[in-house]
Structure formats: structure tokens, C-alpha cells
């Protein structure tokens, strides 16, 4: 059976498929080894240096698993920076290095149960225990999810967080310690004061990455393709910013403690996950112990259908041999652990008829070509739409209307067309153009030069306006709960809002008079806008939807606005006036002052402000009341905790604060010093309660944790006593 590798390390391979590499003939296997290597190098440099892979995962394995059995039947090809001998890829020289005090390892890979089962076999034989089917009492694995994130190692001293590095080649990584402080679930301070070094995978949930995308393909910007890419790009960023702006989240997985009289702590696996968690570290608990290949086996038929269900990626599960000592007699083979390997589920793709390709008009006008499709079930669920991207995409994969088509999920999450399959083409099949005209308002289309994107320049198209005003009442924008598609259409075709402003003009007779409506529900609403009406500055640049800035260049801009026009002294509502009046002026040239920011999305801002619409949209927002604040002062990136009034203090928010998002207030808190966090423990400083705070705030009194209202949080923020 044949036994495979990750990215980064090969293994042996079975006798046929050595022998098949045989049948080549040295001449024919140093052509093709010479084509395989420059390939995998440059397939693991767009991976581990770029997050921008341009081969999948199984066609990856597939040339690496031939490139091993070229070697395995040809040893004098090997070189010692071949594919095969490497684990990631080398330093991008953007980050300081950190070297390892152990190597990261990399895993082999097997993709179906007999190999598997060879594996088992494999482990016996090394450990001299009798091979299968007898019992094996002394051997039991433990099986655990496979996070499809980035590698990451965490040193503690004392209980306190001090470096954090990147895999890197598994020897030395990158130095990401300021951007791994920005995620929430890893702590500053472990429940011990333990020295240890902690491995593990930092990935972005599956909701975060299609809202990236999402808002990414709205700004006219290139999606990513995968959140294993987007979360190790964003992990990767020189700007800490932006990190903390993504949501990334982490499993630990490994322990490396030493107690006093220099022994391991732990004696196994499943120890060290248990310790993982006393220590207050996130430990999946998803995993099974105690098995046998058998259960094994089971678990893996367990979780090929049900991580669907997960709020994450996974692509396999990550078996192990318990037990340590057996471990350190199982010893490595190419740089790669003969105790534990990798099972990868296959790639879910389903063949369906792609029955039309119908333009859409987004907020900014952006026409986006998307899919309809023969519905077909595919990762858990029933797809019928996806989307296309843009025009260059559909005629970068020859796609036709009335093909059959390849369809997978992206990360398990977006549908996504893979490719056609032409052999099954009758002659029938039409090329998509892009219409000439909005097919909304009518209005000529229009083109970016030298860019793929295709929009309606009309800023009061029907189309636009309601995808505008969904945005700005939406979760990324003024987030007014209540204020769904349904009502917003209806508001929209009554004649009720034509504004933003007009949001904050609704009395509780207009609302009653919505279908389905009772004075309940409409004074729900009406409170809902009112708690909108004072948003940080951030949010309600972002509820503008303003071209090719998302969630984290709002921040930014909000920072750079708040030191342009300081607002101490000032009323909140005449500081929100001032800046409305203000930004029309501001050139693009200033506008690239705003960090992160280049010279396009300068002029895409500047543009923005500079236009009569928006000027008439911000002075119609004031009128209405709306209430801008000024961002807390932030911390510059690398100065420590020491300088703000949150100073090494956590803090967690529970419950619905009138005048703060979740979001927002987190951010509030890290601008103050302090880490937001999502549990409470005996190491949380302050628990915020708002209403309906639930089970943290019976759990804070239970542990004498200082709660504040929503009035001590404002002052705790700024400062005050």
C-alpha cells in the first residue's frame, strides 16, 4: 500500500509503485524528476511564502507522491533541497527569525483506509508487536481533527506569553509574536506559571472567511480562495492591524514541558491535551483516545460527512501513537514521524448542469456573473448559485451556458465552479457576454481600465441603493437589528426611506404599517435605530460602503481622521459634524497618510468624499442625527501593554450594550491596552455585562471578577477613575 506525504515530507512508497517508477528507466525518471522539482518548489513557495497556491491540495500530492517514487526507485536523484527533504518552504525575510528549540515537524499522508491500515502495520512492526489482526493492548492511537490553518509555536515563561513563531522550514520561522497577541482565544497569561513551548494552527473560521470575501468582491477586489490562505496571509501582515481586524482563532495540539527534575510532564498524547487545557490553552474536543486502527477507522467515517457541520475547516484527521516513549522508539523517517500521519479526506466535487449565467448588481455597482445551476447536493448541503467573479474568470475557465460542470465548496464553505467538462459538450452550449447596459436601470455599463471590473455608474440605480442601504443597516455597518431584506424592501417601495438618514425618521406609526407588523414588533425596530444612532467612526465609515475599503481600512481611516481633527473638548455630535463637513477637501495624496493605504485606494476614497452625492449623503446623516464617535487613542504597534489604562488587564463582554457592538467594543479594549477575551476565567480583570449578559456574569460574581456597566466601560476605556 502506498504511503504518501504532506506538502513538506515524503515517505516510502509501496514496491508497485516504486516499480512503476522503474519501468521508466533512469534516463526517462531524471527528465521527469528534473520537471517535478522546479514545480513542487515553486507550488510550496506560492503556499508557505505567498498564501497564494496555484495547485489544489490532491494534485500537489499526486506529483509529489510520483516525485517520491522516482527517488525511492532512483536514490542518486535525491539532493538534499529536494521537495522530498524539506519541511515549508524558506523565509520570506519580512519577519525576524526565531529558531526552533525542537524541529516543527510535517506529516505524511494517507488518503484511504488501507493505507491506513499499512501504517498500523508499519507502527507495529517497529514497536516488535505482533502485526494485525492480533491484538495489540500495549498500542493505542489518538485521533484528532486536522486544522487546515498555519503551524504556529507559542513559548510561555513563568505563565506568560513572550515569542511566537511560524513553522517556517521547520528549523526556523518567523517571528509573528505582536500579530498572535491579537487573537483572542490564545492567552497572555496561562492558568500556571508554566515554562513550555505549545504548537498548534491558527486558521479563520469559516463565517469570517466569507465575509472577507464577500466584502472583498463587493470593493471590486480579488477574493481569496481558501481560509487556510486568507488566515496565513493574515496572521503574516506587517501591520498587527490588520491581523486583529481578520478574527483568526487557534487549536494547541502539542506540549513541551519539562517539570523540575527535567522529565516531560506528561507521558502521552492525550495527557498533553488534557494539560493543554488546565493551562487555559484552546484544545479541540473533537478527538477520540484510547483506540485501535479499527477505531480509528470509525472515527474517520464519523467526521467525513459531520465536519460540514464544524465552524471551521478540516481536512482530515491527524492520527498518533499515544504514548511517548513509543513514540521516541518509533523515532523519524525523512524528517517526518513514523508515529503519526495524516488521513485526508477526499475532495467533495459533484457534476451538475450549469443552466444560466445571470449578471447581479452589488452595492458598488460591481456586476458579478453567478451561476444557476441544476441543484445538486454538495459538502452538507443543496447548491443551486455561485459565483463567478468576474468576466475574466468565465473565460479564464472556457465556462458555457448549458455545460456540465465540476462544483466543489471552497473551504468547504462557497460553492465554487470548478471547471467544465467539454468532452460531455453537445454543440448547444452558449458563451456568456456581459450585457451592454445595467440590466436593472438601463444605464451603460462601464470599465476600470486595466481591471476586470464591470459596473453600473449609476448612484441611484434601484439595484445599488437597495444593496447600499442592506450594507449600511447591516452587521458591518449600523448593524440595526430587526432591519432585514424583507423590511427593507418594503421601506423602500413604500417610499419610506430614500435616505440613510431617513432610518432615523421612522416613527412608530410607519412601522405599524408594514405587513406583519404589530406595534411590538415596530417599537422594537424603532428602538433598535435609536441604539444606532451613536456608532464609533469606524462602523459608520464602514456602513458607507465606500469603494475598496473594508472593515480594516475603516479603522484605519477612522485613526487618521481622529488625529487630523482631534476631537478633546468637543461635543460628539459637533466633532461628527466637523468631519462630515471636512472630508470633501481632503486630496489623495493625504488620504495615502492613512496607513496601509496605496495610491488606488487613495483615490478611490478621495473620489468618494469629493463627489456632490456623498457630501449630500454625510450633511443628511448629521441632520438625522447621527452620531460619529472619535476612536479610543490606540496603542502604536510593539509599545506593550504599559501605556494604556487597560494596561496587561482582560476583559470580557457580555450581553447587549446600547451604545457598542461586540466588535466595536473589543476593539475599544485592545485600543485602551487591554485583551478583549471571549470566556471568563479567574484571570479576567473586568466582565462587562450588558442586558441579557446570561452565564458569564453569573459566573464572573461566582469568581469575584469586577463587573461594569455600560457607563464604568465608557470611563474605564478612557481613563477615568
Given at each position: 500500500?502506498?504511503?504518501?506525504?504532506?506538502?513538506?515530507?515524503?515517505?516510502?512508497?509501496?514496491?508497485?509503485?516504486?516499480?512503476?517508477?522503474r519501468?521508466?528507466?533512469?534516463?526517462?525518471?531524471?527528465?521527469?524528476?528534473?520537471?517535478?522539482?522546479?514545480?513542487l518548489?515553486?507550488a510550496?513557495?506560492?503556499?508557505?511564502?505567498?498564501?497564494?497556491?496555484?495547485?489544489?491540495?490532491?494534485?500537489?500530492d499526486?506529483?509529489?507522491r510520483?516525485?517520491?517514487?522516482i527517488?525511492?526507485?532512483?536514490p542518486?536523484?535525491?539532493t538534499?533541497?529536494?521537495?522530498?527533504?524539506?519541511?515549508?518552504?524558506?523565509?520570506?525575510?519580512?519577519?525576524g527569525?526565531?529558531?526552533?528549540?525542537?524541529?516543527?515537524?510535517?506529516?505524511g499522508n494517507?488518503?484511504?483506509?488501507?493505507?491506513?491500515?499499512?501504517?498500523?502495520?508499519?507502527?507495529?512492526?517497529?514497536?516488535?508487536?505482533?502485526?494485525?489482526?492480533?491484538?495489540?493492548?500495549?498500542?493505542?492511537?489518538?485521533?484528532?481533527?486536522?486544522?487546515?490553518?498555519?503551524?504556529?509555536s507559542?513559548?510561555?515563561?513563568r505563565?506568560l506569553?513572550?515569542?511566537g513563531?511560524?513553522r517556517?522550514?521547520?528549523?526556523?520561522g518567523?517571528?509573528?509574536t505582536t500579530n498572535?497577541?491579537?487573537i483572542?482565544?490564545?492567552?497572555?497569561?496561562?492558568?500556571?506559571?508554566?515554562?513550555?513551548?505549545?504548537?498548534?494552527?491558527?486558521?479563520?473560521?469559516?463565517?469570517e472567511f466569507?465575509?472577507?470575501?464577500?466584502?472583498?468582491?463587493?470593493?471590486?477586489?480579488?477574493t481569496?480562495?481558501?481560509?487556510?490562505?486568507s488566515?496565513?496571509?493574515?496572521?503574516?501582515?506587517?501591520?498587527?492591524?490588520?491581523?486583529?481586524?481578520?478574527r483568526?482563532?487557534?487549536?494547541?495540539?502539542?506540549?513541551?514541558?519539562?517539570?523540575?527534575?527535567?522529565?516531560?510532564?506528561?507521558g502521552?498524547?492525550?495527557?498533553?491535551?488534557?494539560?493543554?487545557?488546565a493551562?487555559?490553552?484552546?484544545v479541540?474536543?473533537?478527538?477520540?483516545e484510547?483506540l485501535?486502527?479499527?477505531?480509528?477507522?470509525?472515527?474517520?467515517e464519523?467526521?467525513r460527512?459531520?465536519?460540514?457541520?464544524l465552524?471551521?475547516?478540516?481536512d482530515?484527521?491527524v492520527?498518533?501513537?499515544?504514548?511517548?516513549?513509543q513514540?521516541?522508539r518509533?523515532?523519524?523517517?525523512?524528517?517526518a514521524?513514523?508515529?503519526a500521519?495524516?488521513?485526508?479526506?477526499?475532495?467533495?466535487?459533484?457534476?451538475t448542469v450549469?443552466e444560466?449565467?445571470?449578471?447581479?448588481?452589488?452595492?458598488?455597482?460591481?456586476?458579478?456573473?453567478?451561476?444557476?445551476?441544476?441543484?445538486?447536493?454538495?459538502?452538507?448541503?443543496?447548491?443551486?448559485?455561485?459565483?463567478?467573479?468576474?468576466?475574466?474568470?468565465?473565460r479564464?475557465k472556457?465556462?458555457?451556458?448549458?455545460?456540465?460542470v465540476?462544483?466543489?465548496k471552497?473551504?468547504?464553505?462557497?460553492?465554487?465552479?470548478?471547471r467544465?467538462?467539454?468532452?460531455?459538450?453537445?454543440?448547444?452550449?452558449?458563451?456568456?457576454?456581459?450585457?451592454?447596459?445595467?440590466?436593472?436601470?438601463?444605464?451603460a455599463?462601464?470599465r476600470?481600465?486595466?481591471?476586470?471590473?464591470?459596473?453600473?455608474?449609476?448612484?441611484?440605480?434601484?439595484?445599488?441603493?437597495?444593496?447600499?442601504?442592506?450594507?449600511?443597516?447591516g452587521?458591518?455597518?449600523?448593524d440595526?437589528?430587526?432591519?432585514?431584506?424583507?423590511?427593507?424592501?418594503?421601506?423602500l417601495?413604500?417610499?419610506?426611506?430614500?435616505?440613510?438618514?431617513?432610518?432615523?425618521?421612522?416613527?412608530?406609526?410607519d412601522?405599524?404599517?408594514?405587513?406583519?407588523?404589530a406595534?411590538?414588533?415596530?417599537?422594537?425596530?424603532r428602538?433598535?435605530?435609536?441604539?444606532?444612532?451613536?456608532?464609533p467612526?469606524?462602523?459608520?465609515?464602514?456602513?458607507?460602503?465606500?469603494?475598496?475599503?473594508?472593515?480594516?481600512?475603516?479603522?484605519?481611516?477612522?485613526?487618521?481622521?481622529?488625529?487630523?481633527?482631534?476631537?478633546?473638548?468637543m461635543?460628539?455630535?459637533e466633532?461628527?459634524?466637523l468631519?462630515?463637513?471636512?472630508?470633501?477637501?481632503?486630496?489623495?495624496?493625504?488620504?495615502?497618510?492613512?496607513?496601509?493605504?496605496?495610491a488606488?485606494?487613495?483615490?478611490?476614497?478621495?473620489g468618494?468624499?469629493g463627489?456632490?452625492e456623498?457630501?449630500a449623503?454625510?450633511?443628511?446623516?448629521v441632520?438625522?442625527?447621527?452620531?460619529?464617535e472619535p476612536?479610543?487613542?490606540?496603542?502604536?504597534?510593539?509599545?506593550?501593554?504599559?501605556?494604556?489604562?487597560?494596561?496587561?488587564?482582560?476583559?470580557?463582554?457580555?450581553?447587549?450594550?446600547?451604545?457598542?457592538?461586540?466588535?466595536?467594543?473589543?476593539?475599544?479594549?485592545?485600543?485602551?491596552?487591554?485583551?478583549?477575551?471571549?470566556?471568563?476565567?479567574?484571570?479576567?480583570?473586568?466582565l462587562?455585562?450588558?442586558?441579557?449578559?446570561?452565564?458569564?456574569?453569573a459566573?464572573?460574581?461566582?469568581?469575584?471578577?469586577?463587573?461594569?456597566?455600560?457607563?464604568?466601560?465608557?470611563?474605564?476605556?478612557?481613563?477615568?477613575?
Open positions: 500500500m502506498t504511503e504518501s506525504k504532506d506538502r513538506t515530507v515524503g515517505l516510502p512508497v509501496a514496491d508497485e509503485v516504486v516499480d512503476a517508477a519501468v521508466l528507466g533512469a534516463d526517462a525518471a531524471g527528465e521527469r524528476h528534473a520537471e517535478l522539482v522546479p514545480t518548489r515553486r510550496s513557495e506560492l503556499y508557505y511564502q505567498q498564501d497564494a497556491p496555484e495547485l489544489s491540495d490532491a494534485d500537489y499526486g506529483l509529489m510520483e516525485l517520491v517514487a527517488e525511492t526507485a532512483f542518486a536523484l535525491i538534499p533541497d529536494s521537495p522530498t527533504q524539506r519541511v515549508g518552504a524558506a523565509l520570506t525575510g519580512a519577519f527569525e526565531v529558531v526552533h528549540g525542537r524541529p516543527m515537524l510535517s506529516l494517507v488518503f484511504d483506509q488501507d493505507e491506513l491500515r499499512a501504517f498500523d502495520q508499519r507502527v507495529r512492526r517497529g514497536l516488535g508487536l505482533a502485526p494485525a489482526p492480533d491484538p495489540a493492548p500495549d498500542l493505542r492511537y489518538v485521533a484528532e481533527l486536522k486544522i487546515d490553518g498555519l503551524a504556529i507559542l513559548r510561555y515563561e505563565g506569553f513572550v515569542q513563531a511560524t517556517g522550514d521547520g528549523t526556523t518567523e517571528d509573528v498572535l497577541r491579537t483572542s482565544v490564545l492567552p497572555e497569561r496561562l492558568l500556571e506559571a508554566a515554562t513550555a513551548e505549545v504548537r498548534g494552527e491558527v486558521f479563520m473560521p469559516k463565517a466569507a465575509r472577507i470575501n464577500a466584502e472583498r468582491e463587493e470593493s471590486g477586489l480579488p481569496y480562495a481558501n481560509p487556510r490562505n488566515g496565513a496571509g493574515s496572521l503574516r501582515q506587517q501591520d498587527p492591524r490588520v491581523t486583529a481586524g481578520r483568526l482563532s487557534s487549536w494547541t495540539y502539542q506540549l513541551i514541558e519539562d517539570g523540575p527534575d527535567g522529565q516531560p510532564t506528561v502521552s498524547q492525550s495527557e498533553a491535551l488534557v494539560r493543554l487545557a493551562l487555559g490553552l484552546p479541540n474536543p473533537d478527538r477520540a484510547g485501535d486502527i479499527d477505531g480509528v477507522c470509525r472515527f474517520l464519523e467526521w460527512d459531520k465536519r460540514h457541520e465552524p471551521y475547516e478540516t482530515g484527521v492520527v498518533k501513537v499515544d504514548r511517548f516513549d513514540q521516541e518509533l523515532g523519524m523517517v525523512a524528517r514521524p513514523r508515529w500521519i495524516a488521513y485526508k479526506f477526499p475532495p467533495e466535487q459533484v457534476e450549469l444560466d449565467i445571470v449578471p447581479y448588481v452589488g452595492r458598488t455597482g460591481t456586476l458579478t456573473p453567478v451561476a444557476h445551476m441544476r441543484p445538486a447536493r454538495v459538502a452538507g448541503s443543496t447548491v443551486a448559485r455561485a459565483t463567478l467573479h468576474n468576466l475574466d474568470e468565465v479564464r472556457d465556462l458555457r451556458i448549458g455545460d456540465w465540476v462544483l466543489q471552497a473551504g468547504d464553505v462557497i460553492p465554487e465552479v470548478v467544465p467538462l467539454p468532452e460531455r459538450r453537445t454543440g448547444a452550449e452558449r458563451i456568456f457576454e456581459m450585457p451592454a447596459a445595467c440590466p436593472v436601470c438601463g444605464t455599463v462601464a476600470d481600465e486595466g481591471a476586470v471590473r464591470v459596473y453600473c455608474p449609476n448612484q441611484t440605480c434601484p439595484a445599488r441603493l437597495a444593496q447600499e442601504f442592506a450594507h449600511f443597516a452587521r458591518g455597518g449600523m440595526i437589528e430587526g432591519a432585514g431584506w424583507a423590511v427593507l424592501e418594503q421601506l417601495a413604500r417610499g419610506l426611506v430614500r435616505t440613510r438618514g431617513d432610518f432615523y425618521r421612522l416613527t412608530i406609526a412601522l405599524v404599517s408594514l405587513d406583519r407588523f406595534r411590538k414588533s415596530a417599537e422594537n425596530l428602538a433598535s435605530i435609536e441604539r444606532s444612532r451613536r456608532r467612526l469606524a462602523r459608520v465609515l464602514n456602513s458607507l460602503g465606500i469603494p475598496q475599503v473594508g472593515e480594516q481600512t475603516a479603522i484605519d481611516l477612522a485613526g487618521w481622521i481622529a488625529e487630523r481633527w482631534p476631537a478633546q473638548g461635543d460628539p455630535r466633532w461628527t459634524a468631519v462630515a463637513r471636512s472630508l470633501p477637501t481632503v486630496t489623495t495624496e493625504e488620504f495615502q497618510e492613512v496607513p496601509g493605504v496605496g488606488v485606494v487613495a483615490g478611490s476614497i478621495a468618494y468624499f463627489a456632490p456623498t457630501a449623503v454625510l450633511t443628511d446623516l441632520d438625522a442625527g447621527v452620531v460619529a476612536p479610543a487613542r490606540r496603542l502604536a504597534p510593539g509599545s506593550g501593554a504599559a501605556a494604556g489604562p487597560l494596561a496587561g488587564k482582560s476583559v470580557v463582554v457580555t450581553g447587549t450594550l446600547s451604545g457598542w457592538d461586540r466588535a466595536a467594543a473589543e476593539e475599544a479594549i485592545r485600543a485602551a491596552g487591554g485583551r478583549a477575551s471571549g470566556s471568563v476565567s479567574k484571570n479576567t480583570s473586568y462587562v455585562a450588558g442586558e441579557n449578559a446570561g452565564s458569564k456574569l459566573k464572573a460574581q461566582e469568581l469575584g471578577v469586577t463587573v461594569l456597566d455600560e457607563a464604568g466601560f465608557r470611563k474605564l476605556v478612557a481613563g477615568e477613575p
